[in-house]
């Protein structure tokens, strides 16, 4: 935005501590002048006749004295005010360039302001605080569109391969390589429909109504039943109506993934898969633990950052794209809401999203 130049904030405190302590005198030096005046008598000669009013000596006397500890003060007011006006500014100085840093792309810089708490400290250390998930969120995306690139080119990759041998091989068989294309763009397909979801999410670009988690568990389950029982993970559903705001299509999704992760890392076979919704004080809780190999715990939280897996899978349909706990995750926090992962002690995992209740 353009703006007219004007006076820096240095100069204007200058000025304001200046005027001040030129205001202060003038005030002290009025009254110790009406002081004077009252007080004073006049002066006779020796004939007797008044020699000389009170008005007279104050100006004679006390005038010149006057204007010279106003001219000192003034002085003393603006050199005193830029200087001081300067070390107050100091610590705004130091933001001030952070922020121009921070603008040219280098999110690395921080402020780390010394000295007390006070109100610069405070607004420095937010500063870094703001820099410091900024850096975080940009790294992360990053990572996320590298690899995006990646996944994405695989299927594509293994498409030209396929056409290449076709291409070379007039002879060989279309009926294996339309399948095999078929899968791969199916992939494609998903792949990049699930980065069209969590852009969507990350953006919130929904229009928030009134759900019910109980209902959503319900309905993912009964969606994904078929896929439980051909691996032999059963599947339970408990708890009661839990209202909370939200996207209806979105939160299916999220319970959807919640659910379909559950049962693909799951035991080979006699696994469960436990879906459950309930109400804490303000919360909207759902939870949905499975059975599984045991988990480290330093690899839990990686589970969330998207083209991640926890192992590899067991069943090679559905396999996903790595991108369902990142999906859940972007839902979750589109919502408002917290997602915790906990492994169990007995293998499996536990996931609980909390979201603000209706």
Do not use: C
């Amino acid at each position: 935005m353009d703006r007219p130049p004007g006076l820096s904030v240095r100069l204007k405190l200058t000025l304001s501590y200046a005027g001040f302590l030129l205001l202060a005198g003038v005030l002290l030096i009025a009254a110790v002048g009406f002081f004077l005046l009252r007080q004073g008598e006049p002066a006779f000669n020796s004939a007797g006749a008044v020699q000389a009013t009170p008005a007279t000596m104050f100006l004679k006397a006390f005038a010149p004295t006057a204007v010279a500890a106003m001219t000192f003060l003034l002085v003393f007011g603006l050199l005193g005010g830029w200087i001081l006006a300067g070390r107050m500014l100091a610590p705004l100085n130091r933001i001030t360039d952070a922020t121009r840093l921070a603008t040219t792309g280098s999110l690395s810089h921080r402020i780390r302001l010394p000295g007390p708490n006070d109100e610069f400290r405070e607004l420095a250390d937010t500063f870094d605080t703001m820099l410091a998930r900024l850096e975080a969120h940009v790294a992360e995306q990053r990572r996320f569109a590298a690899n995006a690139s990646h996944e994405l080119r695989t299927p594509l990759a293994i498409s030209k391969s396929l056409l290449d041998v076709a291409r070379t091989d007039p002879d060989h068989d279309t009926t294996e390589l339309i399948d095999r294309l078929h899968t791969v763009n199916t992939r494609a397909i998903d792949l990049t429909e699930a980065l069209l979801l969590v852009s969507r999410a990350e953006q919130r670009s929904f229009t928030r109504e009134r759900v019910d988690l109980s209902l959503l568990a319900e309905e993912a389950t009964e969606t994904l039943l078929p896929l439980a029982e051909k691996h032999g993970v059963t599947l339970e559903t408990h708890g009661d109506i839990t209202p909370t705001t939200g996207s209806q299509a979105l939160l299916l999704q999220l319970t959807t993934n919640l659910v379909h992760n559950a049962i693909v890392h799951n035991l080979p076979e006699g696994g469960t898969v436990r879906v459950t919704t309930g109400v804490r004080p303000g919360r909207a809780v759902l939870t949905v633990e499975n059975t599984g190999e045991q988990l480290a715990e330093e690899l839990v939280p990686t589970l969330t950052e998207p083209f991640q897996r926890g192992t590899e899978r067991i069943h090679t349909d559905h396999a996903g794209v790595g991108l369902g706990l990142a999906i859940v995750k972007t839902i979750t926090h589109a919502h408002d809401g917290t997602l915790t992962l906990t492994p169990g002690t007995a293998g499996g995992l536990r996931i609980d999203v909390e979201l603000p209740a209706a």
